[in-house]
């Protein structure tokens, strides 16, 4: 069954220290867009991520936003740069010597000059963050996809529900088309007939007349353009009951209901199938509404 391109999917875990947060969340889009938010020290994760969802999502405009705290305080230590610091202090009594001051300097005078501590981000392994969120990334795409899953059962419900209102309509132009067929057939017979009388012809062949009025009844019949639409309606039905990602072949597919309906349309000099005409018109454009969500 057809899945919607709309959907939203989290899951978090605390493990090794780490708390890892991965939201997926989707609108439609006519290809795979991919944009993700990670902490800076972890944009390595991008591509994986990527390649990872992409395999689970074929189209949309997706968003992934991956958080991950360290829960032991830090992620990096610091380390007192005791040369430098000597350094500084004997420097700084040496001058003091000199120059006959007094010697108060405190560790709190120390602490204040630069490149007195060094921080050390400490070192992690890329595969074994990359595993955790992975894991994390897999639960939140599963409630992603079943999201997905529910609002395109929603949307087959709704589609398959015009179709059959399509087809119960396409019907009723059939019955009532041969009725309309032979009335024009009717009328243009005797629109001949009385303009070859106006002109003084003597002798009228009614052969000839009966074959130019079915020449003209045949430009009219729209016998092809219901069983092609037919066609494409048993085509649509087909496709939403697929798992496969069709979006783009109902987009089209539903550009061909179209025509043909437009072209029924414009053969039908009759009134009553010109109302239903714009019924189906309407209902097309309904479901054209709704395909472009569908994955």
């Known amino acids: 069954m057809v899945k919607s391109m709309t959907g939203f999917g989290r899951e978090h875990i605390v493990a090794e220290g780490r708390e890892i947060i991965v939201e997926i969340r989707s609108v439609n889009h006519r290809y795979y867009e991919f944009t993700s938010r990670t902490p800076r020290a972890y944009g390595y994760l991008d591509e994986k991520l990527k390649a990872f969802l992409k395999s689970g999502i074929s189209r949309g405009k997706v968003e992934v936003s991956v958080s991950i705290y360290n829960q032991?305080?830090?992620?990096?230590?610091?380390?007192?740069?005791?040369s430098v610091a000597k350094g500084y202090l004997d420097a700084l009594r040496g001058a003091a010597d000199e120059l006959n001051l007094s010697d108060d300097l405190t560790l709190a005078n120390i602490m204040?000059?630069?490149d007195?501590?060094?921080?050390?981000?400490?070192?992690?392994?890329?595969?074994?963050?990359?595993?955790?969120?992975?894991?994390?990334?897999?639960i939140a795409l599963d409630r992603f996809v079943e999201m997905r899953e529910t609002e395109g059962k929603k949307m087959y419900e709704d589609v398959s529900s015009?179709?059959?209102?399509i087809e119960k309509t396409v019907g009723e132009i059939e019955e009532h088309q041969p009725s309309v067929a032979q009335s024009y057939s009717e009328r243009l017979y005797e629109k001949i007939k009385d303009t070859l009388k106006g002109t003084g012809a003597d002798n009228?062949?009614?052969?000839?007349?009966l074959t130019e009025v079915?020449?003209?009844?045949?430009k009219v019949a729209i016998d092809e353009e219901t069983v092609r639409l037919r066609s494409h309606i048993s085509q649509f039905r087909d496709l939403i009951a697929s798992d496969e990602p069709v979006g783009r072949k109902l987009d089209f597919l539903v550009q061909e209901v179209?025509?043909?309906?437009?072209t029924i349309g414009s053969k039908a000099n009759d009134l009553t199938i010109t109302k239903k005409v714009v019924d189906l018109k309407a209902e097309i454009e309904k479901i054209r509404e709704q395909i472009q969500n569908i994955e």
């Open 258 to 262: 179209n025509r043909e309906v437009n």
């Open 72 to 82: 032991e305080g830090t992620d990096a230590e610091i380390e007192l740069n005791k």
């Open 116 to 138: 007195i501590f060094t921080v050390v981000k400490k070192t992690e392994d890329e595969e074994v963050i990359w595993a955790q969120v992975k894991g994390v990334a897999q």
């Open 214 to 218: 079915a020449i003209f009844a045949d």
């Open 162 to 165: 015009r179709l059959d209102y």
């Open 112 to 114: 204040k000059l630069p």
């Open 204 to 209: 009228i062949d009614e052969q000839r007349i």
